[in-house]
């Protein structure tokens, strides 16, 4: 035979294997089910060595070319990428724990996947993106503190596309190990929870207390379950974690403290019939550009539901949103029209209106 021929065997066979290979994570895919439905876990080092056990003996029978170390190595290697495939997906989000988007990460996949608590919104997208995480969870918006930059930029700069949104309501507990609010002598939160508390306590004669800031109100939690004269203005989830007694519930001034979050993927949804798209818009410096631009969404009657200008590496973008999917025939024309200027961030189930 020819070395062409030769290789064109060894295609011909790779492919069977590449088949086999894809055929038998389709059953370790059902184990890991039945696995994570049980609580069981993945890694069985005895049912690996049996199999390699196996294969080596019939290998033997057989007159095999493979030798045991062959065998070993390629086996091995195979139940790593097993065990990885088998691993429930997980879900990095912006935290620590107990932090409001642990809370939003739950609120979309309930109290038992497997959280990756990571400190920055770039790590989050970086875990999704290197396939460490499935799902990544960040803010993109609160009703008092309006748009998170970090969020846009990262939307900007990675592949990722937005699957879900999350809509939180930020509500602060009081929480202590004090038997009386006249024993709590410090205060742990974060800086912007403090302002967001004033006339609590005013009220209830806390307004003179040391306040002590720490990084996020989970941190505040943590600190004052090891205090017993200290107090933390934190989340019920934060309070809950630290086994922190709740002594006043929903202490913020100001009601209707929101906050929406996105969730991130390597994937795109297909239409649900009730979707939200969400695009990022870099114009023409020329005067009407904008207005243009818009004008195709009133022409085509898409229902605008966000506008906002923002700045990124100097540039200025447009972050928009609007009613129907990607998919859609009016969308998919004005998308095709403005194929420069658009960078399509995800059709998603539309959950809320605005924060
Ligand atoms: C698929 C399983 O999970 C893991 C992967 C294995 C494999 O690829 O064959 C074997 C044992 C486990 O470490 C299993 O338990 O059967």
């Known amino acids: ?69 062959a065998i070993e190595a390629l086996f091995l290697e195979l139940f790593a990428v097993a065990r990885n495939y088998e691993l429930p997906e997980r879900v990095a989000f912006l935290g620590p724990e107990a932090s409001f988007t642990h809370q939003a990460a739950e609120k979309k996949f309930g ?52 699957v879900a949104e999350v809509l939180i309501e930020i509500h602060h507990v009081l929480a202590t190990k004090a038997e009386d609010v006249k024993q709590i002598k410090r205060i742990y939160s974060k800086d912007i929870a403090f302002g967001q508390c004033n006339q609590f306590l005013e009220d209830v004669g806390l307004d003179l207390v040391e306040q002590i800031p720490v990084e996020s109100t989970a941190k505040a939690a943590q600190m004052a379950a090891k205090d017993p004269e200290a107090a ?53 410096h020329r005067p009407g550009a904008l207005v243009d631009f818009l004008n195709d969404f009133k022409e085509a009657q898409i229902g605008l539901t966000k506008i906002k200008s923002h700045i990124v590496g100097g540039v200025s973008i447009f972050f928009i949103e609007f009613d129907g999917h990607k998919e859609d025939e009016k969308i998919r024309k004005i998308f095709e029209k403005h194929e420069e200027s658009i960078k399509f961030l995800g059709s998603y189930v539309k959950e809320a209106d605005d924060v």
């Open 1 to 69: 035979m020819t070395l062409e021929a030769l290789r064109k065997e060894i295609d011909r066979i790779d492919d069977q294997l590449l088949d086999l290979y894809n055929e038998r994570l389709k059953i370790v895919e059902e184990v890991g089910r039945l696995k994570n439905s049980t609580g069981a876990p993945i890694y069985r080092p005895e049912r690996e060595r049996e199999i390699l056990e196996r294969l080596k003996r019939r290998n033997r029978e057989r007159g095999g070319l493979l030798s045991d170390e």
């Open 232 to 284: 933390a203005i934190c989340s019920e989830v934060a309070a809950r974690l630290y086994h922190l007694p709740i002594l006043f519930k929903n202490i913020e001034d100001e009601g209707n403290n929101r906050t929406r979050f996105f969730i991130v993927s390597d994937f795109e949804n297909r239409p649900s019939g009730r979707d939200k798209t969400t695009i990022l818009v870099r114009l023409p």
């Open 111 to 162: 109290a038992t996947s497997a959280y990756l608590p990571i400190h920055t919104i770039k790590g989050v997208f970086r875990e999704v993106a290197e396939g460490k995480a499935k799902f990544g969870v960040v803010p993109i918006e609160n009703s008092f503190n309006g748009i998170v930059s970090d969020t846009i930029n990262c939307l900007s700069d990675y592949d990722l596309k937005i």
